[in-house]
Structure formats: C-alpha cells, structure tokens
C-alpha cells in the first residue's frame, strides 16, 4: 500500500500565530506531502511496495539510494515532529520528570540545552531529544537524517529546524520559533516515546 499523509492531531489554527494555519499549509500540506509523493513514486512497483516506511529509509541506507532515503526519512521525521507539538501547555510528570532531572538537573536546563542544539544547528536538519540506554541525550542531525537510521538513538521529540517550518511565522528568527515551540511541547507523548508505551504514527506515513 503507498504511504498517506497523516492528518495533524489537532487543527490548523490551534496554535494561533505561533505556528500560522498558512505555516500549516506549506509545511504539512505541501512539504510532507510531496515527500510522501515522492517516496511512493520511488517504491512503486518493486521490492519494497509494501515495506513498512522503517524498512524503506533503512533499505534506502543500505544500498546508498541518497534520494529515496531523504523523502522517506523526512515522512518519518515530519509525521513524528507533529506529534510532539500541543496546542495546550504541558509539564512532564513521572518518570519523565524524575528521568530529565537526573539528567540534565532540570527542565529548564534541558530545554535551554535544546535550544542551543537547535539554533546552533548549521543549516537544514532536526534537534532531537532521545534515550541512549538510560540517559537522556540531546543531538541533532543533518538534513533528513531520522534516530530510524541509528542504533541506540531512540527518539523522544524533535524540533524541525527546516527554513520551511518556521520562515512564514518568524522569518530567519530561529531562536523566537524554538523557543515558542518549547512552550507546547506534547510531553505525555514524549513520557509514551521513553515508557516504549506511545504508538507512534510515524512509521504509517
């Protein structure tokens, strides 16, 4: 079966103008779907037609195929990203809270280490707060490279530091987008990503 575009969790305008319905309209309804075309396009017809998208970037890994391996990664990524934003604030609780202090020392300090990972980060590329092991790890990667490619790097939340995600909203402020984006962080989706809990839609496309 070809991979479809997930519908967001929530509306194009629940967020205001932090992330714009317009910013929605390109972002989701143009980028992710054209990576979605072209993937399906790539696949159509040979021996991964019916893989899982997990099976698709790691094949495309494999045998060096840098084209199928961008769009595909970058359905996955997307699909996750969306996932980890909330239109209403949220505070981790729990073992999230408990695992984040034992790590960084704190929330505040973990998000302000975030967000140096991800202002910081030349060019095109994604943040990533991930488990290795049993620590909690702050990283990027470039372009469309997803955690799926990289053993022990197992994604909790992403930020997409992409021009695409946030030039309509705030222009080439990058630091402003993280920030807000921060502040509506889908922290139970992020606790069921580290419990092994989360179904995550990612890999459906």
């Known amino acids: 079966m070809p991979f479809e575009l997930p519908e967001l969790p929530y509306s194009k305008d629940s967020f205001g103008d932090l992330i714009s319905s317009k910013t929605f309209d390109f972002h989701h309804g143009k980028h992710h779907q054209a990576y979605v075309n072209k993937t399906n396009d790539a696949i159509e017809g040979g021996d991964l ?57 704190s929330k505040s300090e973990m998000l302000s ?14 943040a990533w707060l991930v488990l290795n092991g049993d620590n909690l790890e702050i990283t990027s990667l470039h372009d469309a490279d997803t955690p799926v490619a990289h053993e ?35 922290w139970e989706f992020v606790a069921q990503n580290m419990d092994g809990k989360g179904v995550s839609r990612a890999d459906q496309g």
């Open 49 to 105: 037609a019916n893989a899982s998208l997990s099976e698709v970037i790691l094949a495309a890994k494999d045998s060096g195929n840098q084209g199928l391996f961008n769009n595909s990664a970058q359905i996955w990524n997307h699909s996750f990203y969306w996932q980890c934003l909330s239109p209403d604030k949220q505070n981790p609780s729990g073992s999230l809270a408990a695992r984040i202090e034992d790590c960084f020392g």
């Open 113 to 126: 280490a975030l967000k140096d990972e991800a202002v910081g980060h030349f060019a095109s590329g994604w």
């Open 152 to 186: 022990g790097m197992k994604p909790l939340l992403t930020i997409d530091v992409w021009e695409h995600a946030y030039y309509l909203d705030f222009q080439n402020d990058r630091g402003a987008y993280v920030d807000a984006l921060l502040d509506h962080v889908n």
